[in-house]
């Protein structure tokens, strides 16, 4: 869907950017085509690569600066560095820069040098590994002794265990153990950094929390820690082989980086190679200070409210990284509960404060994309309002659904759950506009008429943002109060009904008159 008026044409005095059109459909998402972000190492939400690097090719150009202030893993970055862009990674989250510098730095080194680092793995590894599958308590407890453990530090009070060390039974405690002191002996360089990503990512499968998949191989599988966000401890955990699940890892790693080098090859042939990629670790506020009115294109999703806490979640990787995030860090993170039990009245008002502060990175005649999702109109109400009053004008609004991971969360639930983000896209005009955000406004006749115009089916994702968006051109995005339930209950009144198989709402072959048409 699209939002208000479009830049047709280069403006007086403005430049290519100001001349691009948005984009008006949905992509649909390729999520397991890169092997760079798939399979490498895991991340909450991270978002579908080839939807970023649509946005980035379109909203900007080469050499440009594009920054992604909540960056996560670095889908943004890294596709703005392998697109001949200065890519700008920030977060946080010490675990989310391991992954973003880690993806990025298998650029560097040769192919030869990353399989020689796994092979020398293999000779130190594989048979220790399989003769501690085979040892009894006593002697998993001697072996424990001498080695290197991680601290047993307190987790999140929701977690279902109180130390760190209790994620994991001995033998898996004592496998990683001894591959991270082999991996911490490799001679530094880029292959050893490698080696260390696809043995963090190895320890998402060897703890407690992992759960394998039903009916498929027992590798298959994730942990709580990415399906119900909280550390909960399997019913029947299992252990998989500690070298072969390593391996595995490591495969993918070295895939990614041949995927990497072969992109790299193409574009210093044909267009040349200019890509260039920064980390950065501060809160939104700092960042603004550092590219205040230097930024090309920013591409982001802040935390959706209270789903996820980021920096607890990462605790696993984190503390045997030894990568804590600090104390200003949690308390700077954005989000509602968590630890610290930050409060949403904070989320709301920190949440409008970072859409300020990235329209204060960017330069005049620039675009800006955010990815959201959430029920609360309050969330979506302080992106718009505070762009608005900054002079950043939405342009464009795009709800994508339909991709494997929002099936996969649909399946889990149903109609109460909201799987596909909004992407709203803004054009920075520096004009700052006052919002009228109180005007008159009847949801169930917004939903009702949104309903009519959809022939046979529509998706509740599509459907919800659509009256978000129909509240916010009608200057009422403060009077649209509505709740999950409610929502859900006028759709059923006027005369539709949930179709659990395909995730969507059908009209009802019954009552075939909506009330509005
Ligand atoms: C929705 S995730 C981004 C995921 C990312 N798009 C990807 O593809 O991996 C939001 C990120 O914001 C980070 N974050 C939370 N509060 C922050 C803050 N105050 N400053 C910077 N990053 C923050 C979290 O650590 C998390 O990685």
């Not at 993918?252 to 044909?270: C, H, M, P, Y």
């Not at 005007?439 to 943002?465: K, M, P």
């Not at 999950?484 to 009144?493: L, M, N, Q, Y």
């Amino acid at each position: 869907m699209q939002a208000r008026r479009t830049v047709s044409t280069i403006e007086p005095g403005g430049s290519v950017h100001a001349a691009i059109q948005p984009l008006e459909k949905p992509i649909a998402a390729e999520r397991q085509a890169a092997r760079r972000h798939y399979g490498v190492h895991p991340y909450f939400t991270r978002r579908p690569f080839n939807v970023v690097r649509r946005y980035i090719l379109q909203y900007s150009k080469e050499g440009d600066r594009v920054l992604d202030p909540f960056g996560g893993s670095g889908v943004t970055a890294i596709e703005a560095f392998l697109e001949n862009r200065i890519g700008i990674q920030n977060d946080i989250n010490p675990l989310a820069n391991f992954i973003a510098r880690g993806i990025v730095g298998l650029a560097e080194g040769t192919i030869e040098e990353y399989r020689d680092s796994l092979g020398a793995l293999r000779n130190q590894c594989r048979e220790k590994l399989n003769d501690i599958q085979r040892m009894d308590d006593t002697a998993l407890a001697t072996v424990r002794r001498i080695l290197l453990l991680p601290p047993n530090v307190r987790l999140p009070s929701n977690a279902d265990v109180e130390r760190y060390h209790d994620l994991f039974s001995t033998r898996q405690l004592v496998s990683l153990a001894v591959l991270r002191q082999a991996v911490d002996n490799l001679p530094t360089g880029p292959s050893k950094q490698a080696m260390l990503i696809a043995w963090s990512a190895t320890l998402t499968k060897l703890n407690k929390t992992f759960l394998s998949a039903e009916g498929r191989s027992e590798s298959r599988g994730g942990s709580s820690i990415f399906s119900i966000y909280r550390y909960k401890i399997a019913r029947r955990p299992i252990e998989l082989p500690p070298w072969e699940t390593f391996e595995e890892r490591a495969k993918n790693v070295i895939a990614a980086k041949l995927e990497i080098d072969k992109t790299i090859e193409i574009k210093k042939r044909t267009e040349g190679w200019r890509g260039v990629f920064e980390e950065h670790a501060e809160d939104i506020a700092e960042l603004k200070d550092r590219f205040r009115g230097q930024i090309d294109y920013i591409f982001t999703d802040p935390p959706y409210g209270g789903h996820i806490s980021y920096l607890d979640l990462s605790t696993l990787w984190n503390v045997w990284l030894n990568q804590n995030p600090t104390k200003k860090a949690r308390e700077m993170e954005l989000i509602v509960g968590g630890e610290l039990k930050h409060s949403e009245g904070r989320y709301i008002e920190r949440l409008s404060d970072s859409i300020r502060d990235c329209v204060t990175m960017l330069k005049q005649g620039r675009w800006m994309s955010v990815v959201f999702q959430h029920w609360k109109v309050a969330y979506f109400d302080a992106i718009l309002t505070s762009a608005s009053h900054c002079g950043a004008e939405l342009r464009a609004a795009i709800s994508q659904v339909g991709d494997p991971i929002w099936s996969m969360h649909k399946k889990k639930r149903n109609e109460s759950v909201l799987a596909g983000e909004l992407i709203l896209t803004f054009y920075k005009t520096g004009e700052p506009c006052r919002v009228h955000r109180n005007g008159d406004f009847d949801v169930s006749q917004s939903i009702g008429e949104i309903l009519a115009s959809n022939r046979t089916h529509i998706f509740g994702e599509s459907l919800f943002n659509r009256v978000v968006l129909e509240a916010w051109n009608k200057s009422a995005i403060g009077a649209l109060d509505i709740s999950k339930t409610d929502f859900i209950e006028i759709v059923k009144k006027h005369g539709w009904h949930y179709d659990e198989k395909n995730h969507y709402w059908v009209r009802d072959t019954k009552s075939q008159q909506s009330l509005f048409n």
